[in-house]
């Protein structure tokens, strides 16, 4: 994944969500009605990467997603399915967690470049283990 950008959508402009700092909004989550605060991140997939290799805006894949999840401790909030499915390469994340410090630290993505390499000392070859490099 490459390429990371803020992405400033229509509905932060809505009262339900309070803008704390520059990108970072509070509001409360879809899933179980609590506060969090929330970002959202444009980015594209590098298909020629490990675990990207069918990925695009309507495909993201598990390995990257889910390494960005694990490594910042957010979850996903807003697919923006519209945009991803109009968009051939950009693809569009809305990120949420009940600490700002969590959003805070995933919005340092932001020009960077976040993938998945494989581990070269892998001694049970049937199983790939990976590590997440940020560039």
């Keep these: 994944m490459k390429n990371f950008r803020e992405y400033l959508p ?3 402009r809505n009262p339900d969500f309070q ?5 970072i909004y509070k509001t409360r989550s879809p899933y179980d009605g609590e506060d969090i605060f929330v970002t959202s991140l444009s980015f594209e997939m590098e298909p020629e990467c490990f675990g990207e290799e069918d990925a ?3 495909n993201l894949t ?10 910042f401790s957010v979850y996903v909030t807003d697919f923006y399915d519209r945009l991803n499915e109009t968009s051939e390469t950009v ?9 700002l410090s969590d959003i805070q630290r995933l919005r340092t993505l932001i020009g960077k470049r976040f993938y ?18 940020i560039e």
């Design 62 to 71: 598990q390995i990257p997603i889910e390494g960005i999840l694990d490594e």
């Design 56 to 58: 695009s805006p309507r």
């Design 10 to 12: 229509e509905k932060y």
């Design 19 to 23: 803008k704390i700092e520059t990108g």
């Design 116 to 133: 998945a390499a494989l581990c070269d000392d892998v001694e049970d070859e049937e199983e790939e283990e990976y590590r997440m490099i």
């Design 91 to 99: 693809c569009y994340q809305e990120f949420g967690s009940s600490n």
